[in-house]
């Protein structure tokens, strides 16, 4: 319940490869269980779970871990090898160096590289993908960077910023989510940049290991897991595990309390991370209320009374409010 939806933006973006090669794109969203008829409304968002099933549906398809998003292809089993190669690499920095040079061997592929100076690290792509209009294959290559360095040293690397060479979407507040760290656009470059100690740190993982996470990927290096180094994120977990034992929220004093600060002082920092405790509720209100619709079979009464609701009315006006349709109509697109 706790996992973070996927606005509709990235859904058409990973669909645009496997659009321009001309494949039929309604299957691939059945088999999914995403309705065709959100990716017309901006408002819309889908579960996790959706997201991943339509990742791995392109990529059978594609057969490109690219996903047809670049103009030149990457084989299935690219980014294993990549990996394997960097296993056996003395700290983080060869082993990024490595990666660099592996995806180097590749016309088409990501250019990355690796500088440093003034005691910070700078991981840059260097490249624009043709074909790439959203830039979702450019930004899915920082990301998976950036949960691949953190597994291989078994901890997370925060991120000073991330940034990038082009103007801000319309989208623009999920990058703070996706990157949990401040985000700048139109940069000079695409990049992302962190204390260059962490360069030094040996690796953690060996090969039993890393089979185990090459059989999850990429959707799982993708989803941020929440490590809890914002507020928000602290306040989001504490509503989502009252959510799953009770239909009553806690208040906002009540979550200021658990986290040791007064109420004013809860509020200050939400507003300064750009949320607030009334947004967060929604937010974890919203994306229980998708994962429900897309993933169970409760009756949609239950599920408003399981979230909260008095009414079902009232669950319905906030379900079209988060989404643009009704519980109803999401469930049975989705084939709930």
């Not at 450019?138 to 990038?164: D, K, M, N, Q, Y």
């Amino acid at each position: 319940m706790g996992r973070r939806t996927v606005t509709v933006h990235h859904v058409r973006a990973v669909l645009a490869g496997a659009r321009r090669a001309g494949f039929d794109l309604v299957p691939l969203l059945q088999e999914a269980q995403i309705p065709p008829l959100l990716l017309g409304d901006d408002r819309a968002r889908v579960a996790p779970a959706q997201f991943a099933r339509l990742f791995r549906a392109l990529y059978r398809t594609t057969q490109d871990e690219f996903l047809g998003l670049s103009a030149v292809p990457s084989r299935p089993g690219t980014f294993a090898m990549m990996c394997h190669a960097c296993l056996g690499c003395r700290d983080l920095g060869a082993a990024v160096e490595r990666a660099a040079a592996f995806y180097g061997l590749f016309p088409g592929g990501p250019e990355l590289a690796l500088e440093t100076g003034g005691g910070q690290a700078r991981f840059t792509v260097r490249n624009d993908f043709d074909g790439d209009e959203e830039r979702f294959l450019t930004e899915c290559v920082l990301a998976i960077w950036h949960r691949l360095c953190s597994w291989l040293v078994g901890r997370r690397i925060p991120l000073e910023h991330a940034a990038f060479a082009y103007p801000p979407p319309p989208h623009r507040a999920e990058y703070d989510a996706l990157f949990d760290c401040p985000v700048r656009f139109g940069a000079g470059r695409t990049e992302a940049v962190f204390d260059a100690r962490w360069l030094t740190a040996p690796l953690v993982r060996d090969e039993a290991a890393l089979d185990a996470m090459l059989r999850r990927v990429p959707f799982d290096l993708l989803s941020r897991p929440e490590y809890g180094t914002t507020v928000a994120e602290q306040v989001r977990r504490t509503l989502t595990r009252r959510l799953r034992g009770s239909p009553r929220l806690p208040e906002l004093g009540e979550v200021a309390a658990r986290l040791a600060v007064s109420p004013a002082t809860l509020r200050r920092r939400l507003r300064q991370e750009g949320t607030s405790f009334q947004q967060l509720k929604d937010d974890v209100r919203r994306d229980a209320a998708i994962a429900g619709l897309a993933e169970g079979g409760e009756p949609i009464a239950e599920l408003a009374a399981r979230l909260g609701f008095s009414e079902d009315t009232a669950f319905h006006r906030a379900f079209r409010r988060w989404t643009g349709t009704t519980p109803g109509a999401y469930r049975i697109a989705a084939g709930g």
